[in-house]
């Protein structure tokens, strides 16, 4: 077993990376984005928290989250969400013996990544790595044509032009390639 610790930091920033439990083919969250919106929207307003950056690929999304001053609570947030969002979904899936002896729905993988902020440069790395996404994945030539992403508020904030990144373009003579500034986070 593994020993792992997380970092609670009142007030702190964090990135998180949430999946699906069956990330093969599946688009659920593109297709249910109405209501993962309207689900982060009642946990918020009860549970404030900022979003710095969200983008919500079809099987899974990745955040950077600011709590307020004195609240350290991510994990209630997240736990929130998920079950929220699995709950209003019909029963479909197929689950394992696991699950059903633990009344668990087979929606979310049970853990997510997380990432404590550490200073300006980190925040803005993860910032633009929500942001790229989707060209990342082959979803969009361009970033500004995912439709499920904070790049647009940020857009209308003046913080990126709409051809940020680049996206696919033509070489001469040559095949396309993606120009995506080598932003990694690893």
């Given at each position: 077993m593994s020993n792992y610790r997380r970092a609670f930091v009142?007030?702190?920033?964090?990135?998180?990376?949430?999946?699906?439990l069956q990330r093969r083919h599946n688009d659920l969250l593109v297709r249910e984005i109405g209501l993962l919106r309207q689900v982060v929207r009642r946990v918020r307003d009860r549970y404030p928290f900022h979003i710095d950056a969200w983008v919500v690929l079809p099987e899974h999304l990745h955040c950077v989250l600011t709590l307020p001053v004195g609240d350290s609570d991510f994990s209630l947030r997240?736990?929130?969400?998920?079950?929220?969002?699995?709950?209003?979904i019909p029963k479909t899936e197929v689950l394992s013996v696991v699950r059903q002896r633990a009344g668990e729905r087979g929606i979310w993988q049970r853990h997510y990544w997380e990432h404590l902020i550490r200073d300006e440069m980190d925040f803005q790395?993860?910032?633009?790595?929500?942001?790229?996404?989707?060209?990342?994945?082959?979803?969009?030539?361009?970033?500004?044509?995912?439709?499920?992403?904070?790049?647009?508020?940020?857009?209308n904030a003046g913080i990126y032009t709409m051809d940020w990144c680049g996206g696919v373009k033509e070489e001469a003579g040559g095949p396309p390639v993606n120009d995506m500034r080598a932003i990694t986070l690893r």
């Open positions: 009142p007030g702190g920033t964090w990135f998180f990376t949430v999946n699906l997240w736990r929130l969400i998920k079950s929220g969002f699995s709950r209003a790395r993860h910032i633009d790595y929500v942001h790229v996404n989707p060209l990342k994945h082959g979803l969009v030539k361009r970033v500004g044509d995912w439709p499920y992403s904070t790049f647009h508020r940020a857009v």
